[in-house]
């Protein structure tokens, strides 16, 4: 039970964002935009600020335009400290739209 507990708590310390694929050129690596809204800090209306991070994609699944949750992790390279927890919603490919009209068309 101690040990469920302390193993709990060693995993709720973690950070999960969740944000936008718009780099996947690298190796294991994509680069996830995340949004925030803000408050201004005179005015208070609230204003959209976005960070990009380096996170570590195992089996480069991950494409342009998916939608990702990433989770902090020990330092993997100078820039990677996040990895990819899973994918919430996949892209809309153009190429996989064409595919599937055309096996419709041939049906």
Known sequence: ?????????????RKHLVGVVVSDKMDKTVVV???RKVPHPIYGKHIIKSKKYHAHDEHNECRVGDIVMI?????????????VVKILQRARRPEEEIQKQQEGQEQ
């Not at 039970?1 to 310390?13: D, I, L, R, S």
């Not at 989770?71 to 990895?83: A, N």
């Open 1 to 13: 039970m101690t040990e469920q507990k302390q193993q709990k708590k060693w995993h709720e310390k």
């Open 71 to 83: 989770r902090e992790t020990r330092p993997l390279s100078k820039t990677k400290r996040w990895v």
């Open 33 to 35: 935009k995340v949004d």
